[in-house]
């Protein structure tokens, strides 16, 4: 099935048919794919490009869709590096030797960490999500790339700052860096309580005609990323909301809503070609 995917949102390259949402947002050598929902072999809540193994439909096609994907940009989907994503901030440094993980199991994905940074070539680096934001960051001129899952636990515990820390050890400038996102919930869709709130702070709480309170979660990553000094124009935030966008993206949010236990994933692919 190819499905249209629209209008690409402001200061992104295209938005594409098929399995794929946005390709290419960062600077050669450095390439990217935010996967869509559809194109894939997955049924029932998870239709049908499910690219996570941990949210319950069946391995072998969750592998299927992997390797469609991957065959697609003629790289490898046993070699690609999966971090278990914890919703916590913990970034683990990854090279040649982690090749691999998570890509057959979930359970031997790098552990305790939603956050991958590498200067390995040819090194795949996958994240999931299903309303939150994955953001890749990358310094050319130092060869550093990374790539970040932020819901808002993991970013009221400062995993962009942590990722970015990591990256400025491994040779990176905060300056220097390119930021390109996923699709995520918006505001008009993410309603919170005071457990984000308490957490996260009202700066970016934006109240409703309902009357009750959303949340601009990437608001709150634009804020961050400029406070660890990546420039403004060098962030490239995807506007388009997941929960709003059911024939394209899965959504936990709107899952719940709907009554259903587990719904799929999309995924942020990143890598530095030779």
Known sequence: MQTSLGTPPAGMTAVLSGPFWSIDQLPTPFRSIVTSRVAGTSSGSYSSLNMALHVGDDPRRVRENRRLVFTSHKINSEEAVV????????????????????????????PGVDALVTRTRHLPLMCFS????????ADKEAGVLGLLHAGWR???????????????????????????????????????????????????????????????????????????????????????????????FFSHRRAIRAGEKQTGRMAMIVWMEG
């Open 154 to 248: 993991g970013m009221a515990d400062g995993v962009i700052q942590n990722t970015i820390a990591a990256m400025v050890e491994a040779g990176a400038r905060a300056e220097r860096l390119i930021v390109a996102s996923s699709p995520s919930i918006g505001p008009c869709c993410f309603e919170v309580g005071a457990d984000v709130t308490s957490k996260l702070g009202v700066q970016h709480v934006v109240r409703e005609r309902d009357g009750k309170f959303h949340y601009d979660l990437r608001a709150a990553a634009r804020e961050r990323l400029s406070g660890c000094g990546v420039a403004e124009a060098q962030i490239r935030i995807d506007s388009t909301c997941t929960c709003c966008r059911e024939e394209s």
């Open 83 to 110: 971090a278990q994503q914890v919703h916590g901030a913990n970034v683990a440094l990854v090279d040649q030797d982690y090749a691999g993980c998570g890509c057959i199991s979930h359970a031997d994905a790098i």
């Open 130 to 137: 299903a309303d939150c934001l994955l953001l890749a960051l």
